[in-house]
């Protein structure tokens, strides 16, 4: 097992590592222009070059950026967005609410599409099925955007109960919640409504397999059989479709934290490319991949301990 | 071989004249000819697809859209660019409807002046409808007031914008079916990329097997571990807006999959006695990977690249909304949503239509999609 999370862990550096080499040369070769002011003086300008090593050729830039990376997590200062900051110092701020909009939306909808799925199957072709079923295809086609702007005309415009944009004055946990609930369940939806359904696939054919029916047999209740017997074989197949369901909910939150005015990496990553601050998205850009690359590290692990058998290069 | 006609025998016997010859069985044999005509797999598939109601309602909003994307920007009398500043912000307005009080192009100005109202220059003939409410506020008389936005305009009474205009006087609806038409324009080319390079690909790896196939699929899988957001945005800043690169960044990655489902393909049917019989003939590798194993992928191909259809509507509408979209003026249904969430609490009507449109098309190819693996694949029936 430790062997197998070394692995993991190994691949997932490499690919760090490429993600920042390809975002460093792809970001870096696009023209960019550091100074506002073009009547700042000149010989200042070439001071300001060489304290950023701007003045040398782009290769050795790179060396200079992985060794600051790699030695001292020095990513470089910001030049448009907040001028002079130290880019790791704007991540600081902005990686919690992130985080916490991402894993909160994770975290309901994966009970909730328990739930849903588990109903649907044991109703199969019954009307509540049928009803289940067609909202889950609506939540799965739907745009988490879409959800968000209805979400946002409805409940903090047509029916006042929650603040339009992220409350950043919030004093309490509760408050801050409050505000971010809108944008969480907007996002919550789509991921929702694909493990109810891969759920329901999984589970109807659960239900149908003979050791099912042993089970009914020696007694037990259809419900009884389900929660034992069938839930558990089950829910290991899902576990293969929350990765996927990890990127989109990061994909979505780019775009939710925009509208919600949420104080996140994703609408800093978008104010930093339209402004053309490049050492701002390099470092953004690996801190996306850092997180979710993390966040997959951490499920394929788990994975691994639910279903031996699944262990990627776990040897013979 | 040839055979040695004259070997050993006489004469006479092989110079018999044909006469001399007589067939044994000279009746016809009795047996029913088939009355139906042979069914193909792609019959079936189809036979099963028309039994499937929602299938078939999918499949016509689907073409009914493609129909509407094609028409309506030609005959709505308007072009995707026109700007007219004195049509900035018009609600919907559709001739018939407006006569019972829905999309009648009104509007509610909410805090006025009610002295203002008698003012002709702001307030022409006949643009206010109706006072909403009244009330006072610091010893004003204010009013909340409904007016017909494009009497206030100044805009003739024959002018019909069905889905109002945007924040520069353009008419949305040429502009929504102009955006729907190139949103279904990339997504279909970007899928048809990525099925292509998917197919050779995964026929690759799967055919030949090996240390080709070890290497290949290494390759994909250290891309498919790069996140897909950050592979796209990378590509999008690097290729710029433009129609062209958000098909080539959504193909960055999204050939994957199909490589994968191909090379599976090919791993399953490679070993079967048909395609050694096959190769014992002599049939050259590229004819026996597309004429006798691809074709087994196809059902599965069709689905995939169905499914794949409103996943690249999705990110395209995901690339405007972080401005890295199509050139403006070129609208596309991403772009107009993302214009309208701008102005969300004061012109909805602007989010709404893009948003019902994109729902609905989401719906349906999703919905066809599935109608579509279950027939061309009736062992997975029933799972959703």
């Not at chain 1, 006042?160 to 919030?170: E, K, N, R, S, V």
């Not at chain 1, 850092?290 to 058998?309: E, F, K, M, N, Q």
Request: hydrophobic share 50%.
């Amino acid at each position: 097992m430790v062997k197998y999370i070394l692995k993991r862990i190994g691949a997932m550096l490499l690919t760090l590592f490429l993600i920042m080499t390809l975002s460093f040369w792809i970001i870096r070769l696009m023209p960019m222009s550091i100074f506002e002011n073009p009547a700042t003086p000149p010989d200042i300008q070439k001071l300001l070059m060489a304290e950023m090593h701007l003045d040398k050729p782009l290769f050795v830039q790179y060396l200079y950026f992985i060794k600051g990376v790699v030695t001292e997590a020095e990513f470089g200062t910001s030049v448009q967005i907040r001028p002079g900051m130290d880019v790791f110092e704007i991540l600081a701020s902005r990686i919690p609410p992130t985080v916490l909009l991402n894993i909160m939306s994770l975290l309901i909808s994966i009970p909730l599409g328990i739930v849903f799925g588990t109903i649907a199957a044991l109703k199969r072709n019954k009307a509540t099925d049928n009803i289940i079923s067609f909202l889950i295809v609506i939540c799965i086609s739907v745009p988490s955007f879409v959800f968000a702007s209805v979400l946002q005309y409805v409940f903090t415009f047509k029916i006042p109960i929650f603040p339009t944009l992220y409350d950043t004055q919030a004093a309490t946990f509760a408050g801050t919640m409050h505000s971010l609930l809108l944008p969480i369940i907007a996002l919550a939806l789509g991921p929702m409504a694909t493990i109810a359904r891969y759920l329901r696939g999984e589970l109807i054919e659960t239900l149908s397999s003979e050791y099912l029916l042993l089970a009914r047999t020696k007694g037990l209740t259809r419900t009884q059989a389900t929660v034992r017997h069938a839930f558990r074989n089950s829910l290991v197949p899902i576990a293969n479709t929350i990765i996927p369901l990890i990127t989109g909910i990061m994909g979505g939150s780019l775009v939710i934290e925009k509208m919600f005015a949420v104080p996140g990496m994703g609408g800093l990553l978008i104010d930093s490319i339209m402004a053309g601050d490049h050492f701002l998205t390099v470092s953004l850009l690996i801190f996306y991949s850092t997180i979710s690359l993390i966040t997959i590290l951490i499920v394929d692990i788990s994975y691994g301990i639910i279903d031996p058998r699944i262990r990627v290069g776990g040897g013979k | 071989m040839m055979i040695d006609k004259n070997k050993g025998l006489p004469e006479e016997i092989l110079n018999l004249p044909e006469s001399s010859f007589e067939m044994v069985q000279t009746d016809e044999i009795k047996d029913e000819k088939f009355k139906t005509k042979p069914i193909g797999f792609f019959k079936d598939a189809l036979l099963r697809l028309q039994h499937s109601k929602i299938s078939i309602i999918s499949f016509w909003i689907i073409l009914s859209i493609i129909i509407l994307a094609l028409i309506v920007p030609n005959i709505t009398g308007f072009t995707y660019t026109e700007q007219d500043l004195a049509k900035r912000n018009l609600p919907p307005k559709i001739p018939g409807l407006e006569n019972i009080g829905i999309a009648d192009g009104s509007r509610v100005l909410t805090n006025r002046k009610k002295d203002s109202l008698s003012d002709t220059n702001r307030y022409p003939e006949g643009s206010i409808i109706e006072i909403v409410r009244e009330y006072e506020s610091k010893g004003v008389a204010m009013v909340d007031v409904k007016v017909d936005a494009y009497a206030l305009a100044g805009i003739e009474d024959d002018v019909y914008h069905w889905f109002g205009t945007d924040y520069l006087g353009r008419d949305l609806m040429t502009r929504l079916f102009k955006g729907v038409r190139i949103s279904l324009i990339i997504a279909f080319f970007s899928v048809i990329t990525n099925v292509i390079i998917g197919v050779i690909y995964g026929s690759i790896c799967g055919y030949y097997g090996g240390k080709v196939d070890m290497f290949l699929t290494h390759f994909a899988e250290v891309l498919d571990g790069m996140p897909y957001i950050v592979i796209t945005i990378l590509f999008m800043i690097l290729l710029g807006s433009g129609m062209l690169s958000i098909i080539l960044a959504l193909c960055i990655t999204g050939w994957i999959g199909t490589a994968r489902l191909i090379r599976a393909q090919f791993y399953r049917f490679k070993g079967r006695e048909y395609v050694l019989a096959a190769r014992t003939l002599g049939v050259p590798d590229v004819k026996l990977i597309f004429r006798h194993i691809l074709p087994n992928c196809i059902g599965p191909l069709i689905t995939r690249a169905m499914i794949a259809i409103p996943g690249a509507i999705f990110s395209e509408s995901f690339l405007a909304y972080i401005g890295l979209g199509i050139k403006p003026p070129e609208p596309s249904i991403g772009i107009l949503l993302s214009d309208g969430q701008s102005v969300l609490l004061q012109y909805p009507y602007q989010t709404l239509f893009p948003a019902i449109l994109i729902s609905v098309l989401m719906i349906a190819f999703n919905l066809f999609s599935n109608g579509l693996r279950d027939a061309l694949d009736p062992t997975r029936r029933g799972e959703e």
